[in-house]
């Protein structure tokens, strides 16, 4: 019996010897297991407190974004037009000098066509009338104006012009200048 007895015996003293030693083991890992538990406990609560401002303020940051993306497409919308009125301003400002271009040509041929004009000698310039507006000339130099006395027979020797035949004011008038004055 006391052979049963025995076993027994030790059999129970070494399942309280096994449970002591799975004992004093588990204690620093429950005192772990204990600690892990309060920091989680104070990470939720500070993610409880502080990620509802902080997704807030994401929140913001993207309604904020998304203004600035607005702002920003507008400013471009608004340069891009700017840049086309200078680009027709340019382009106004390019036709514009092409007219004053050929305006300045324009007046330039014609007071180049005036100079030369007035620098002809005056028989040069009756050479290249018609017959008709010839005959007018010489009929309208008949007319009742006396001629100036000069000095040379037909050009001046300086100018190579022909003197000026000048009005007379002690002269009476044609009869056609008087005309139409009685005429109004």
Do not use: C, H
């Not at 840049?83 to 036709?95: L, T």
């Not at 007071?111 to 010839?134: D, G, M």
């Not at 009742?144 to 000048?166: I, K, R």
């Amino acid at each position: 019996m006391i052979d049963p007895l025995f076993w027994l015996g030790l059999s129970i003293l070494l399942v309280a010897v096994s449970l002591t030693a799975v004992l004093v083991t588990a204690i620093p890992a429950l005192q772990e297991v204990a600690r892990a538990a309060r920091s989680a406990e104070k990470l939720f609560d500070t993610l409880r407190r502080d990620l509802p401002p902080t997704l807030e303020a994401i929140r913001l940051t993207g309604l904020e974004i998304s203004e600035l993306t607005d702002d920003v497409s507008d400013g471009v919308k608004s340069a891009s037009q700017v840049v086309k009125q200078v680009d027709k301003s340019i382009d106004g400002a390019k036709k514009q000098a092409q007219k004053v271009e050929v305006s300045t040509r324009s007046v330039f041929a014609g007071v180049t066509a005036a100079w030369k004009t007035f620098s002809r000698t005056p028989n040069r310039r009756t050479e290249r009338l018609a017959a008709s507006q010839r005959e007018l000339m010489s009929s309208s130099n008949r007319l009742d104006y006396e001629p100036v006395e000069s000095s040379t027979d037909s050009e001046d020797e300086e100018t190579g012009l022909e003197p000026y035949q000048g009005y007379n004011p002690n002269q009476e008038l044609p009869s056609w200048v008087n005309s139409g004055k009685e005429e109004e």
